[in-house]
């Protein structure tokens, strides 16, 4: 799977792909907390003298992102799907035919599952990627998102969720 050639490329949810022309993103469950390989939330983000993360944090915070949507792949596939919809109009005019917006969902789950589970260092070099080629993740997205990770069932996570990546959606939509 390529990172920039991916049609979801989820993780592009905070840090964005590095081609907006093809849109949202993929294989286990993923632990509900950070595990002894992975990093532990990103408590000290507000401590740095930017409002942004730094290239560490924003990896580390990819991949707390990615472990905590793995087990909700569905419901995070929808959202993006959705969120792509409004913001990129040549995304919702290929969404429109049935038959391509449920390759773009199952696709969407195989990424996901993909950036989400599995061995550490493959999922943090995807996150890297991505925070690399994207704009750069607001401190403020943090507690936002550690508060959706709180919520243990799938629907209220990925719907808290829904402003942070709106608006980075926002950002990336062709007007910006």
Known sequence: ????????????????????????????????????????????????????????????????????????????????????????PDFAEKAKDPKTRAAMHDEGIKEVLADGTGPLEPRRQRCKEYAEHGPPTPKSAVPKMEACFAKSACKEKVECMRPVLDERYGKRAPSH
Request: proline share 7%.
């Open 1 to 88: 799977m390529s990172t920039t050639s991916s049609i979801f490329c989820t993780a592009a949810l905070i840090a964005a792909c590095t081609n907006t022309a093809q849109e949202p993103a993929a294989s286990a469950p993923a632990p509900a907390t950070a595990s002894a390989e992975s990093p532990a939330p990103v408590a000290d983000a507000g401590t740095a003298a930017t409002d942004q993360l730094t290239l560490d944090q924003s990896v580390d915070f990819c991949v707390r992102l990615h472990e905590q949507v793995a087990p909700c792949a569905g419901e995070f596939i929808d959202l993006n799907i959705e969120l792509r919809e409004k913001h990129f």
